[in-house]
């Protein structure tokens, strides 16, 4: 039973840190508009598509050369993407915590139960 127990824990602590966001590291899915696009939800979607691909490693666009939706679109999404790896952070710091403090429970508890027989 015990065995039982550790094991099932120890499954689901697994399965919790390796799920991943992001599964497409460097795979784009939408094409790169064109420069004079003013069209600032195109541009967007545009580099969410960047910032998921190549996890939060994209140059940004020269103010000179492009028009400035686009660049306020690549602050907005720097802006989503810095705010999603904030909250993941915190997320897997919860579960790793949860993790290491449940362990320790399961197993004082386990402990303790067998130094009573």
């Not at 420069?35 to 996890?55: G, P, R, S």
């Not at 020269?62 to 028009?67: A, F, I, K, P």
């Not at 907005?76 to 997320?91: G, L, P, Q």
């Amino acid at each position: 039973m015990k065995k039982s127990i550790i094991s099932s824990f120890l499954i689901f602590s697994f399965l919790l840190m390796s799920c991943s966001a992001s599964k497409h590291v460097g795979i784009t899915y939408i094409t790169k508009p064109p420069k004079e696009e003013t069209n600032e939800a195109i541009w967007l979607i545009y580099w969410q598509d960047q910032f998921d691909a190549f996890k939060g490693n994209v140059v940004a666009p020269d103010s000179r050369e492009y028009n400035p939706n686009a660049v306020n679109a690549f602050q907005r999404a720097k802006m989503e993407w810095d705010d999603k790896v904030i909250t993941a952070s915190f997320n897997n710091s919860l579960i790793l915590w949860g993790s290491i403090i449940g362990g320790s429970i399961l197993f004082t508890v386990i402990t303790l139960s067998s130094i009573g027989k």
